[in-house]
């Protein structure tokens, strides 16, 4: 039987205050400020977020070295990124998540490859300046067709003094003035990888627009130039979304970061709008370039019909009326598509629960899609969200949604136990927990390896990978515990 809305919140601050008894005093008071329940009418969100993780409670939280590089850097595809430090973080970042992007691997595209200064022990004690130089004079004499070198910078470099700023700056220099981008992202910085994606932001307003030279760059502006910010272009998405604005009218001339180019990086300063999917990992760039070039940026969601229409407008309405009526136009020829998805699904997932837990902007963005399906989702929080994520999570969650930062492993089993949704969205992380649960799972970092989840099409896939994960009939083969 399914609870009022006054149940729900008495049924979740219940549940928070169990689950917040196992830690000692002091611990619980400190993570019971990372617990809520929304109350539907307040503007802001009394959950604390980005605050350190306690010590020996089980955090799903990255570094900032995973931001700068696996993030915002790595997508890049023209230049090569230095995993300077042991070889550990690398091997990690290498293939943790799964851009997609074009070109010859080798040649002129380096997504796919790993490239690490593997720091041994007399590198630690003896310094890995010269070895870095020496790692970028193979580089060029291996890959000659490479645009740019970035440093990402893992903890021992920043423990022991690496000076990569005047060893990038002489390359630089040998090189012909080519692109090469120092990054202090080492994992020790910050709460999590959210200080990593900022520190790659201030890397590109430093050491690519504040370097780069108008009369090198011959690139020719249109008055409908946008610039896709925050996007990743995992299993495609940067490539769904491109469809869209570009059908519209829109010339996209940068893609951040997925499938981009130090090209692109170069060309945003001319485009007349930022339109910025993952604020988190982005706006720190996006502000920046309103101030200083004067470009605004809007923030916008391409996940179900019911969000890509709303912003579909929304970004329409930073031009005239051509891209207006363009917006409509696309609005209209999706419809048929659009409606078919829900006619077939939305009878297998009317009523069904989802509980979310995901970094960036999915606890929130991908809300409507699984509303469009008549879904409801009943908690959600982030790995690594700030203040400013929570309070515009208030616009898309319901009343009485359990609301919960930085959730720890106990945590997050205990709230799936006791509220028993019909799915959980989660990271790799967390997978194999809940399907030993016997709970239906989806990885929503890299969509399980499926995708586009953005825009119309990615809608529709978006909509089956939901219904083979709740009806599929190999949960009738495995019982929860506390079914048992």
């Given at each position: 039987?399914?609870?009022?809305?006054?149940?729900?919140?008495?049924?979740?601050?219940?549940?928070?205050?169990?689950?917040?008894?196992?830690?000692?005093?002091?611990?619980?008071?400190?993570?019971?400020?990372?617990?809520?329940?929304?109350?539907?009418?307040?503007?802001?969100?009394?959950?604390?977020?980005?605050?350190?993780?306690?010590?020996?409670?089980?955090?799903?939280?990255?570094?900032?070295?995973?931001?700068?590089?696996?993030?915002?850097?790595?997508?890049?595809?023209?230049?090569?990124?230095?995993?300077?430090?042991?070889?550990?973080?690398?091997?990690?970042?290498?293939?943790?998540?799964?851009?997609?992007?074009?070109?010859?691997?080798?040649?002129?595209?380096?997504?796919?490859?790993?490239?690490?200064?593997?720091?041994?022990?007399?590198?630690?004690?003896?310094?890995?300046?010269?070895?870095?130089?020496?790692?970028?004079?193979?580089?060029?004499?291996?890959?000659?067709?490479?645009?740019?070198?970035?440093?990402?910078?893992?903890?021992?470099?920043?423990?022991?003094?690496?000076?990569?700023?005047?060893?990038?700056?002489?390359?630089?220099?040998?090189?012909?003035?080519?692109?090469?981008?120092?990054?202090?992202?080492?994992?020790?910085?910050?709460?999590?990888?959210?200080?990593?994606?900022?520190?790659?932001?201030?890397?590109?307003?430093?050491?690519?627009?504040?370097?780069?030279?108008?009369?090198?760059?011959k690139f020719e502006a249109t008055p409908y130039d946008v610039a896709i910010i925050g996007d990743y272009n995992i299993g495609g998405d940067a490539w769904?979304?491109?469809?869209?604005?570009?059908?519209?009218?829109?010339?996209?001339?940068?893609?951040?970061?997925?499938?981009?180019t130090i090209a692109e990086l170069e060309n945003t300063p001319k485009a007349k709008l930022n339109v910025l999917h993952c604020y988190r990992s982005m706006n720190y760039i996006?502000?920046?370039?309103?101030?200083?070039?004067?470009?605004?940026?809007?923030?916008?969601?391409?996940?179900?019909?019911?969000?890509?229409?709303?912003?579909?407008?929304?970004?329409?309405?930073?031009?005239?009326?051509?891209?207006?009526?363009?917006?409509?136009?696309?609005?209209?020829?999706?419809?048929?598509?659009?409606?078919?998805?829900?006619?077939?699904?939305?009878?297998?997932?009317?009523?069904?629960?989802?509980?979310?837990?995901?970094?960036?902007?999915?606890?929130?963005?991908?809300?409507?899609?699984?509303?469009?399906?008549?879904?409801?989702?009943?908690?959600?929080?982030?790995?690594?969200?700030?203040?400013?994520?929570?309070?515009?999570?208030?616009?898309?969650?319901?009343?009485?949604?359990?609301?919960?930062?930085?959730?720890?492993?106990?945590?997050?089993?205990?709230?799936?136990?006791?509220?028993?949704?019909?799915?959980?969205?989660?990271?790799?992380?967390?997978?194999?927990?809940?399907?030993?649960?016997?709970?239906?799972?989806?990885?929503?970092?890299?969509?399980?390896?499926?995708?586009?989840?953005?825009?119309?099409?990615?809608?529709?896939?978006?909509?089956?990978?939901?219904?083979?994960?709740?009806?599929?009939?190999?949960?009738?083969?495995?019982?929860?515990?506390?079914?048992?």
């Amino acid at each position: 039987m399914s609870l009022t809305v006054e149940e729900t919140k008495v049924r979740n601050k219940e549940l928070i205050d169990e689950v917040l008894k196992v830690y000692p005093e002091k611990s619980a008071k400190r993570r019971a400020k990372h617990l809520s329940v929304h109350e539907e009418g307040k503007s802001d969100c009394d959950v604390k977020s980005n605050i350190k993780s306690l010590p020996g409670v089980m955090t799903i939280r990255g570094c900032a070295y995973a931001g700068s590089k696996g993030v915002v850097w790595g997508p890049i595809k023209d230049m090569i990124h230095i995993s300077h430090g042991p070889v550990g973080c690398g091997q990690y970042s290498w293939a943790s998540r799964r851009n997609y992007y074009i070109g010859t691997t080798g040649i002129d595209s380096f997504g796919t490859m790993q490239f690490t200064s593997d720091f041994q022990e007399k590198d630690i004690v003896f310094g890995g300046d010269k070895k870095l130089e020496k790692i970028m004079d193979e580089i060029e004499v291996l890959f000659p067709l490479n645009k740019g070198i970035t440093v990402q910078s893992e903890c021992p470099i920043g423990l022991i003094g690496d000076d990569i700023e005047a060893v990038s700056k002489k390359k630089s220099k040998e090189y012909g003035g080519k692109t090469i981008v120092p990054v202090r992202c080492e994992g020790f910085r910050g709460v999590s990888q959210s200080l990593g994606h900022h520190i790659a932001n201030d890397a590109v307003r430093d050491w690519v627009f504040e370097k780069a030279d108008p009369e090198k760059n011959k690139f020719e502006a249109t008055p409908y130039d946008v610039a896709i910010i925050g996007d990743y272009n995992i299993g495609g998405d940067a490539w769904s979304s491109r469809i869209l604005l570009e059908e519209m009218g829109l010339r996209v001339i940068a893609q951040w970061s997925g499938d981009g180019t130090i090209a692109e990086l170069e060309n945003t300063p001319k485009a007349k709008l930022n339109v910025l999917h993952c604020y988190r990992s982005m706006n720190y760039i996006s502000r920046y370039m309103e101030e200083k070039y004067n470009i605004p940026w809007v923030e916008y969601n391409f996940f179900g019909p019911s969000k890509i229409e709303a912003s579909l407008r929304e970004i329409a309405s930073h031009f005239d009326d051509k891209i207006k009526e363009g917006a409509e136009r696309v609005i209209a020829k999706y419809k048929a598509l659009t409606d078919a998805v829900i006619a077939k699904y939305k009878p297998r997932l009317e009523g069904k629960t989802v509980m979310l837990f995901v970094g960036g902007l999915r606890p929130r963005h991908v809300i409507g899609a699984y509303e469009d399906l008549g879904m409801n989702v009943v908690g959600t929080g982030y790995e690594f969200g700030h203040n400013d994520d929570y309070q515009r999570t208030t616009h898309y969650v319901k009343d009485g949604t359990l609301i919960y930062d930085d959730v720890t492993g106990y945590e997050f089993e205990k709230f799936v136990e006791k509220i028993q949704p019909d799915l959980v969205g989660s990271g790799i992380k967390e997978k194999y927990v809940f399907q030993k649960m016997g709970v239906p799972f989806r990885q929503m970092h890299s969509w399980d390896y499926s995708g586009p989840y953005h825009g119309y099409d990615g809608f529709a896939i978006f909509a089956r990978d939901m219904d083979m994960a709740i009806n599929s009939p190999v949960w009738a083969l495995t019982k929860a515990p506390w079914k048992k």
